[in-house]
């Protein structure tokens, strides 16, 4: 009996802090996020030792007079929405209006507020709240924007404080927390610091190459290639990394839909799936990517922290997105650069932001609101297939790399791996199709095994037949093959299957998980041309022809890239055109 | 080293000798020529070590000894010159002097002592035989070897020396060729195997009407006609035992006309992928249907009317190799013989008014349904 009581406000948003605000980094976000509301354009956070100590968070936007300031730190006060209706669709970051009420319940908090000067009651408001009590509010003076100081984060919850950690792994959050938000939103300057030191300086810019350049650093930027495509009314826009740079470790993925950032390990894995056979199997690539749906397919209000999102149909979502990276890496625009890129980059990126607009897009064609695009990259030349591969006047050098015009420059073409390239997706059409054609031999090879090889030999008989190797045991531990693959005109076709055959007695693409693309990946590179075979100019036309007729001509299947490109603009650069 | 000759004489013998200078070499002396006055007159040779020419020039020399001159300023220079005399002279080893009229040359050299030194075949048990022969043989077998280079010995040309009959035979594992010429004349019997790049020297080098001689040293092997010598290095045998791959049970046989054949394999052929080239060939009575289908590209179709009375047959093959043996075949007509999709089949001319003996022989490709 009487064991139930309601608990009192401050205790409730205590524990709904505990789902808003877990360490200094979800504060600054829920901060940054109430900035970016109130239309600011310029935010700087100041922590002290990791926003243990403090966090300060100001911002140059619309403000709050004193009523609203005072109703802003009440639980599911906002101004954002009005009913659950406008929670379809909604368009701001913030809605459910708990964020500051669980910050200041849980600190000693200070909010300083001055509303936009054309409002005739213009002056500013201090308030001081402590544990969540209202300690204060006095009236002060101060130019137009809010900051909030946050000291002493779970002063009265010392259990949560326990669980923040050292200082230097709190910045280490909030920086990465600062980047989600300033991908958002290149229309907004972000400048952070820790005990006085800057850790983020991230001017107003209207490309989003720039962004990842000032968040990340120029190498960085300089290895991505735009995404930009749609399918339904789902569109996929961003920068991916090239294959080539993709690492096993240090990956950076941030993803957004409408404009919002979220996790997803699924759409993460779909873009992975994109990059399928163009880099090492443990390789994770770096990517920036923004979805566009139609605000009543996503719903965005599954989790207090917002950073999960529920697609209607999320198999469809998924498909577009790997579909979006694959056609990404596909353009030549996607091969490797010589030189410094970053001019070339952003330029690429900035070509279309200023198209303006899809913050957050409703529809990938519709967009409203006035800030620039972050994602917004023109789908670079299509450089596919035959245009420009002439029949002659191809460069062969160091009998390995061939060198030929392209519209937008130079490109320095890989013989080997552009041929693994060829005979990979070759391959893999062959061992899902009809087979290929087989030339039977007229003095037929013996092949002498190892019993491990022998077994290869079993085990990946059906593929072997399917690729042209018809092979017949011979007894003992010999195989003799029949009939051949025959790829080129250079062909060895003894070699190719010693060699294919060794590989899998010995487990070498070992990461491949899927049979057939194992299959497919050791073959083409045994089968390939090899560098340092002189090559006719017919057979260098056959080959570039090929390549370009590949989905994804720039990528070998380890990761490597197959052409390396010298921009024209670069070029120019270099003999001071431009 | 001074000596004179006519502008023609000279340049008849570096015509001989030049094609064999390598364009591209590391070692700087192969792309000169060798001048060497001699009693006989002035020998020109030539060598990028697998083959080596070399050729006397009648002369007037006035004193022996040895230069290399740079082949290709020679050969331009020559060709420049006046039809008149042109006098040489050599001050030591490396500078020479060519006067012819009132131009003047002078020319660096390298010392001769790095020529490479050619090799000792000696002709005194040779074989004797017409170049008309030979070139009969070259044209139509040597297209057949092997290019690619995991065999060296398919990058040969087999040259089998009976009592009664010469034979070449090139294969590079997925189509042949073999021709037989009968001699006369009983020489030793021998099997060369033969690189053929020095056959296509011989072809270019020796008229049809010269008679050549043909000598073997150990790993050597020598042509002699007139005073130009040939000179190639042999490849290693055995070469594979070919014969019992050629099939004699071949119960299908179609004569068809060469031009047409060849011509409606061209056309389909155009839609047949860069990599197989893949042609599919069906035989009916009276009728062979071609038909070639490439994904991502598309397909095409044709028939041409041929002689053919056996069972239907549907059958694959490389349209390029096809193509190749059509070239080399020297009748109007061929005969095509085939046994079943897997097994290989033969191509002969048909009404041939040659004694020689010839037989093409391609294998197929695996037809996919
Ligand atoms: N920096 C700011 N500038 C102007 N108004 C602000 C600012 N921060 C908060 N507000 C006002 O205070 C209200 C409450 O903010 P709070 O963050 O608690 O809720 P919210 O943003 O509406 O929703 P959420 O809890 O999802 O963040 C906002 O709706 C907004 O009107
Ligand atoms: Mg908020």
Redesign the interface.
Known sequence: MGRIVILPDAVIDQISAGEVVERPASVVKELIENALDAGATAIEIALEAGGKTSITVSDDGTGMDRDDAVLAIDRHATSKIKSASDLIGVATLGFRGEALAAIASVSKFELETAPDEDDASSEATRLIVEGGRLKDVQQTARRRGTTVRVRRLFFNAPARRKFLRTPATETRATVAAVSVLAFMRLDVSFKLTNDGRSLTDAPRVSALGDRIESLFGRSLAEGLIPVDHHAGNVSVRGFIQRPADAKPTGRKAFLFVNGRPFRDPFVVRAAEAGYRATIHPGSRPTMFLSLGVPGDTVDVNVHPSKLEVRFRDRRFVEATVEEAVRRALGPIGAAAVVGPGADWLPEAAAASTVAGAGYPPSSPEGSRGSAPSLFGVERYAPAHAEFFVADGGFLQIFDTYIVMQTPDGLAIVDQHSAHERVLYE?TM?QLN???????????PLTVDLEPRELEAVEQNRAQLDAI?F?VEDFGGRSVVIH?VP??????????CFEEVVADFARGRFGGWNNQLERFAATYACRAAIKAGQVLEQREIG?LL??LF?CELPPHDVHGRPTIVQLPREELERRFGRS | MKFTITREQLQEGLIAVASTVPTRTTLPVLSNILVEATADGVRLAGTDLDIAVSTVVPAEIEAEGAVTLPAKKLVEIVRELPSAGIHFSASGEQRVTLECGRSRFKLLGIAPDEFPSFPTVSFDNAWKMTSADIQNLISHVVFAASTEESRPILNGVLWEMREDRMRMVATNGHRLARMDIPVSGGAAAADLIVPPKALEQIRKLFGPADEIEVARSDNHLGFRAGSTHIFTRLIEGPYPNYEQVIPRDNDKVVTVDRQALAAAIRRVGVVASDQTHRVRLSFSSGLVKFSVSTPDLGEAEDEIQATYDGEPLEIGFNATYLLELLKVMPTDEVRFTLKAPERAATMEPVGWDDPASYLCLVMPLRLVD
């Not at chain 1, 025959?486 to 070699?495: G, Q, S």
């Open positions: 070759a059409s199709g009809e087979g290929a054609p087989s030339q039977r031999l007229l003095l042209g018809e009939a025959n790829p080129h005109p250079r062909f060895d076709a003894r070699r056959t022809r090929r007729g």
